[in-house]
């Protein structure tokens, strides 16, 4: 299975695909990649998305989805499942995606705040740390759950207001970062559990963002996860317990062929993509596993530099 890229993704003129490696090396990735790829079946009903949204076992590798935070939002994308950002996102635009029975995760940082986040005042200077990776973000103590509960909650009640279904926790991994705290390992986990806890009386399914160190740990807790790079930081399989236990993780790769490191995202049952790291519309998803419906990797359209 080939991806067909279009003349404008390109980089120095050339295009992705006539970059990549040619000859005998290919051969064993595309041929296991085509054997992935079903030439026909059906999807099964995935029911409707309702709140909080339900992640029916039987569909857990079956997932078509989107993660967008930058950009107009591209509503027509054929997904099933749309990460996005509450505060950018309208409920015109939510509102058209529940109707074509789209699933809504709400990315959420509950670890960090920045100063342009509307909610920023509300963050009192005792909780307040170390510069983060967003622009402009910094960490918080999460052990301080008094003062940030409140906070947390009225972000998720954004999301449930603006037709919502689940919440994805970012930047839930402060203790193995320089946060400007003693942030321990189980300072994160007590505050990971609290804030999957405070989504679920929220009526909103909490999926983990990153924090693959706790996985393990965590996995009972969430509903979903929602991985950046394991195949290129080798660490696919620490994400198998929420695999193991027929929840979605939902997986992303910024470089790389996807007839390539599909076969290994698709073989541990992951829903995968392409993107850009800028997270626009752009996106190069993977094929569905054999008996989940049509699928594999056609044309691309306007593909990264």
């Known amino acids: 299975m080939r991806v067909r890229l279009p003349a404008s993704a390109t980089r120095g003129g050339r295009s992705a695909a006539s970059a990549r490696p040619r000859g005998r090396r290919a051969l064993p990735a595309a041929v296991a990649l085509a ?3 079903p030439v026909y079946a059906c999807r099964p009903d995935l029911g409707p998305p309702g709140a909080p949204t339900p992640w029916p076992p039987a569909a857990a590798r079956q997932w078509r989805w989107q993660w967008q935070l930058t950009g107009p939002l591209d509503t027509t994308v054929e997904a099933d499942v749309f990460l996005l950002d509450p505060v950018r996102v309208s409920t015109a635009e939510t509102g058209e995606l529940r109707r074509r029975d789209r699933r809504l995760i709400c990315h959420v940082p509950v670890g960090t705040y920045a100063g342009t986040d509307p909610d920023a005042s509300r963050y009192p200077a005792a909780v307040r740390g170390a510069a983060a990776g967003r622009p402009g973000s910094r960490w918080v103590d999460v052990r301080r759950w008094e ?3 409140p906070v947390l909650a009225d972000r998720f009640r954004l999301c ?3 037709g ?3 919440v994805a926790l970012v930047d839930a991994d402060g203790y193995a970062h320089r946060s ?4 321990d390992f189980d300072d994160q986990l007590a505050f990971n559990r ?6 679920r009386t929220l ?4 999926g983990l963002v990153g924090d693959v160190a706790q996985v393990a740990a965590l996995a009972p807790d969430f509903d979903f996860a929602v991985d950046e790079e394991c195949v290129r930081l080798r660490r696919c399989a620490r994400l198998l317990p929420f695999a193991d236990a027929a929840k979605p993780v939902f997986q992303v790769e910024y470089v790389g062929d996807p007839a390539r490191f599909c076969v290994t995202t698709v073989g541990y049952g992951f829903a995968s993509i392409r993107k850009n790291r800028a997270l626009d519309a752009w996106r190069a998803p993977c094929p569905t596993p054999p008996g989940t419906g049509p699928g594999g990797v056609g044309p691309v359209p306007g593909a990264p530099g």
């Open 160 to 162: 449930r207001g603006k």
């Open 35 to 37: 054997l992935l790829t």
């Open 194 to 199: 609290r804030s999957a806890g405070l989504a």
């Open 203 to 206: 009526g909103l399914s909490p």
């Open 164 to 166: 919502f279904g689940a």
């Open 147 to 149: 003062l940030l509960r």
């Open 180 to 183: 400007g705290f003693p942030l």
